[in-house]
């Protein structure tokens, strides 16, 4: 589904995903009006703008995630600055591309957003690995109180915490698979397994998770 308030860049959007082999299941120009059509058309993956003319793109991920928790939101946006990137992470957008992105670059983003994957605009990743760190290491982490009430972390296998570790890293699954001379759907499978012991819904929140557990070193 492709979500941005201006027609033309909409339909091209559209057309080179479908041209591309995607099936585009909606477009909308509206944010209220994106979370609606998502809930009955069920897309996979969103690509979404971060500005449009009635809610904020974050107030759209809420949205989204709230009717579909497995969806996978790309933000495709004009605007590269730092807090609209953190925003839309934290929200639980899955990556975060700008416009300026050439076209082979943004189709395989989508490919890889669809396969579970973060991805960022160059230099992007590096800034939303650091703010996960900075919130790991900010006050309350080891202090007993709510970490103390947690439940017991699920047991992940070796192999599992190998590639938990790399993932925290930034690394992507094309990295990890040479890494562990491993094949790149392997590396998938391990990463889609370790998401449902921890119950959780894409590799962002699985970086967050292993960021704050030290598993970055």
Do not use: C
């Amino acid at each position: 589904m492709v979500v941005d308030d201006h027609p033309m860049w909409r339909e091209g959007v559209a057309r080179d995903l479908t041209e591309a082999g995607f099936l585009v299941v909606a477009t909308s120009g509206e944010g209220r009006q994106a979370i609606r059509v998502a809930a009955a058309a069920r897309p996979d993956v969103v690509v979404l703008d971060l500005q449009l003319p009635d809610i904020s793109g974050v107030e759209v991920i809420l949205g989204l995630r709230g009717a579909l928790p497995a969806v996978r939101v790309l933000m495709l946006s004009a605007s590269g600055e730092q807090q609209s990137v953190l925003d839309a992470v934290k929200a639980g957008a899955t990556g975060y591309l700008v416009k300026s992105t050439a076209p082979a670059e943004f189709l395989e983003a989508v490919h890889r957003t669809a396969a579970g994957e973060a991805v960022f605009t160059s230099g992007l990743a590096g800034l939303v690995l650091g703010e996960y760190r900075r919130l790991a290491a900010g006050p309350g982490r080891g202090t007993g109180g709510a970490d103390a009430a947690e439940p017991a972390t699920p047991q992940l296998t070796e192999r599992e915490t190998e590639v938990l570790r790399l993932v925290a890293k930034g690394m992507s699954y094309k990295q990890i698979a040479q890494r562990l001379g491993l094949s790149h759907r392997t590396v998938q499978n391990h990463v889609q397994n370790t998401l449902g012991k921890l119950q959780l819904h894409n590799r962002v929140e699985l970086t967050r998770y292993a960021i704050e557990r030290g598993l970055d070193d």
